[in-house]
């Protein structure tokens, strides 16, 4: 099984940018399917972005769709999450998903990385 550790979260002002990473350990990255989620303070964890085993597909969630971007890097078992231009709203704290068939929920996550976004 894979184990997940994010890291490049932090405190932005509105309008800036962080890069999110996701280093996978334990197994071959490329077999899962990865995806992002985040739970803003009181609220329920939500659907940020995925990506296929290969890169070639993703997908995001309206909120952030135009704004983060969700790629991979096989050959180092580790995945990003470039967040631009944050709002306040997407203040969360941000966990990465593995899986191997990419079917919710999924099997495999990190601990998560707490991004605050200053207005």
């Known amino acids: 099984q894979v184990q997940l550790l994010e890291s490049g979260g932090g405190l932005v002002q509105t309008g800036g940018s962080l890069r999110l990473s996701c280093r996978a350990s334990?197994?071959?990255?490329?077999?899962?399917?990865m995806a992002w989620f985040r739970q803003p303070p009181g609220e329920e964890r939500e659907f940020v972005a995925s990506?296929?085993?290969?890169?070639?597909?993703?997908f995001y969630a309206d909120s952030v769709k135009g704004r983060f971007t969700i790629s991979r890097d096989n050959t180092k078992n580790t995945g990003f999450l470039q967040m631009n231009n944050l709002k306040p709203q997407d203040t969360a704290n941000y966990s990465c998903?593995?899986?191997?068939?990419?079917?919710?929920?999924?099997?495999?996550w990190g601990q998560g990385t707490q991004v605050t976004v200053s207005s």
């Open positions: 990506i296929n085993r290969d890169g070639s597909n993703t």
């Open positions: 334990g197994d071959t990255f490329s077999r899962y399917v």
């Open positions: 998903a593995a899986d191997l068939h990419g079917r919710h929920p999924f099997d495999y």
